[in-house]
């Protein structure tokens, strides 16, 4: 066992009998700093960091100490021998005299002054700045010397008055060695038990965040610090409204409303969706808090009802645009954003009507509350019943504590039962603000006889027309070009544009299939480039398929594979389909392969090698 430790000396003569002392103790190695109160102050802040195991002080240095310091922090006591050496001292002076010093002096001085029959006056003091009041009484009392800790005679003599330091002596300093071992093998064996648990909770998938009654954190694991983007050490000790207002917001939101444990909160960070579960511990000082964050996108597959919540939300400035077309499309969203009326969204299949709901939640005041979406032409109608309305187990959307945003997509496929479900929660919910999208216009909608003109009255109070791809060609080059940077970004290609003759071919071309269309005929054509130019050689016979079948980037088609050759061939050639059919998403090519992205990335790079 060895066991340092970091001495702090208020005066200079302590420093010679703290390393004589710890000179016979094997265990324990010492290094020692003279510091008084303040000066310590800076010296213990990151002893942890140093190495330290303990910490050893004494009176109100000490004390001060430990409210700065991590690790123990061990005083020197004021023995009797101290006090009868001081005491004998005094007595020699024959004048009058009084202890002014923090308690545990003034205690000890009383004790053995009332043993020898010595009429003593004592001023005890708790901080650095009672010492001159106190001074003051004693000499406004004719005392003549006063007998205490370094601050007592430093601010005496600075008042031009005699004082005398009650110093520790060898044997209370090796009473403290004494201590100082047996609160190391405490402190040990609570260390290893917190690095077991710590273990156990940075194993956890779920973030969790440990509040004091101050709202300060007191502890957080290692998914807390990934999800909050910060370390440990950065966190620990900071109030949670400066680390993260949003969950701050909540977490007060939640416990004015008595929401806790038996409810379920969502909040956006960086862009992640994250379900908050918060449990609640009243103390003396006021309630403190255990927050626990666990990702959407990790538990999305094990979630009770099909509300689909983006990992990430599309933003007005992935939406920009040069055309005038799309300019007052997003400026007519901005406005929208700013009011908290329901909206209609409507236009083509493809038309980017999901981009735009989820781009006016950013903006809203709901920004930090969730974001979920309903594929209306999925769902069934008891499914829809469970997800508005809950089951004995499990709350649904109508009490369930969700507030946000809840987008209907696909809002004219809903049947007869689930428009009636909608309606209701629309009725009697306030926590939502809902957006729906249809291909099928409004005034379309509201002539079809099993269509609720309620509902489409209810959620339409503001309209927004989404326009097709081919009334904005004018912003296909800059589409173009934030695809190019995301695809080089993945791929570690270094393209910078394509040829004016495959842009001239792309900005002629109707887009039938809107926005999957085009972007699964880029990305294919990007995988194609060999250089920083899309050239059209490489990717004319894109093209040539993409005309003869319109709008194939964009429905799922079923082809015959070629089995002839070898395994890796026909491998090559089912990823190529899949890739085709799911328009170039990897995420969907990965789901749908039953592959991880790394494994289909190794695998394309292998087979486009080939074609360089």
């Not at 480039?529 to 899309?534: I, S």
Request: with cysteine; glycine share 6%; proline share 3%.
């Amino acid at each position: 066992m060895n066991i340092r430790v970091l001495a702090i000396a208020p005066y200079p003569g302590l420093k010679d009998v703290l390393l004589e002392a710890a000179g016979d103790e094997p265990a324990i190695q010492m290094d020692v700093e003279v510091a008084d109160l303040h000066e310590a102050v800076p010296l213990v802040q990151h002893a942890e960091q140093r190495g330290y195991d303990i910490i050893v002080s004494r009176g109100g240095t000490a004390t001060l100490i430990r409210e700065h310091a991590k690790i123990p922090v061990v005083d020197i006591p004021v023995s009797g021998y101290d006090i009868l050496r001081v005491l004998t001292l005094a007595k020699n002076t024959h004048a009058k005299v009084a202890i002014i010093g923090f308690p545990s002096i003034c205690r000890g001085v009383a004790e053995v002054s009332s043993l020898l029959d010595m009429a003593i006056p004592s001023y005890a003091v708790e901080r650095e700045a009672d010492v001159a009041h106190a001074l003051q009484q004693a000499f406004q009392s004719d005392v003549q010397v006063v007998l205490g800790d370094m601050v007592t005679i430093r601010t005496a003599q600075s008042m031009g008055h005699r004082g005398i330091l009650v110093t520790s002596g060898r044997e209370s300093v090796s009473d403290t060695l004494g201590e100082v071992r047996r609160v190391y093998e405490v402190y040990r064996r609570g260390q290893e038990k917190m690095r077991f648990y710590r273990r156990l909770l940075d194993a956890d998938t779920r973030g969790i965040v440990a509040l004091d009654e101050t709202r300060r954190i007191a502890y957080v694991n290692q998914a807390a610090c990934r999800m909050l983007r910060q370390s440990a050490d950065m966190l620990q000790g900071n109030n949670l409204v400066v680390i993260s207002p949003a969950l701050a917001n909540t977490i007060k939101q939640a416990g004015e409303s008595k929401q806790l444990s038996d409810s379920e909160h969502y909040i956006h960070l960086f862009d992640e969706q994250y379900k908050v579960s918060i449990l609640m511990q009243e103390t003396d000082e006021g309630p403190s808090y255990l927050v626990y964050l666990e990702s959407l996108e990790s538990r999305r597959s094990k979630r009770r009802f099909e509300a689909y919540i983006p990992s990430r939300l599309a933003t007005f400035a992935q939406l920009a645009g040069v055309s005038p077309t799309l300019q007052k499309t997003v400026s007519r969203a901005k406005k929208f954003a700013e009011s908290d009326r329901h909206i209609w969204i409507s236009g083509e299949r493809g038309s980017g009507k999901f981009m735009f709901a989820q781009a006016i939640h950013s903006s809203s005041r709901r920004q930090e509350e969730g974001f979920y979406m309903i594929s209306c032409d999925e769902i069934a109608d008891e499914e829809m019943n469970r997800l508005v309305f809950g089951t004995a187990r499990a709350p649904g959307l109508m009490q369930g504590g969700y507030a946000g945003t809840l987008c209907l997509n696909r809002a004219d496929r809903l049947s007869q039962a689930a428009q009636e479900s909608v309606l209701q929660l629309i009725r009697n919910n306030r926590n939502f603000r809902f957006i729906a999208s249809s291909s099928t216009a409004m005034t379309k909608l509201a002539q079809r006889g099993d269509y609720s003109q309620e509902l489409i009255y209810a959620v339409g109070e503001l309209h927004l027309a989404v326009p097709p791809l081919r009334e904005h060609l004018e912003d296909l080059e800059p589409m173009i070009g934030q695809l190019i940077a995301e695809y080089n970004s993945q791929s570690g290609k270094q393209i910078v544009g394509m040829r004016d003759a495959v842009l001239e071919r792309l900005t002629h071309y109707d887009w039938p299939g809107n926005l999957p269309e085009f972007e699964g005929l880029i990305q294919e054509m990007l995988l194609m480039t060999k250089g920083h130019y899309t050239e059209w050689e490489e990717v004319n016979e894109v093209w040539e398929r993409l005309v003869q079948h319109p709008g194939a980037h964009n429905t799922a088609s079923y082809a015959q594979i070629d089995l002839s050759g070898t395994y890796e061939e026909i491998e090559e050639r089912i990823l190529r389909q899949v890739l085709q059919e799911e328009g170039m998403n990897q995420s969907k090519t990965c789901k749908r392969l039953g592959i991880n992205r790394s494994t289909l990335w190794r695998k394309m790079n292998k087979m486009f090698k080939k074609e360089t």
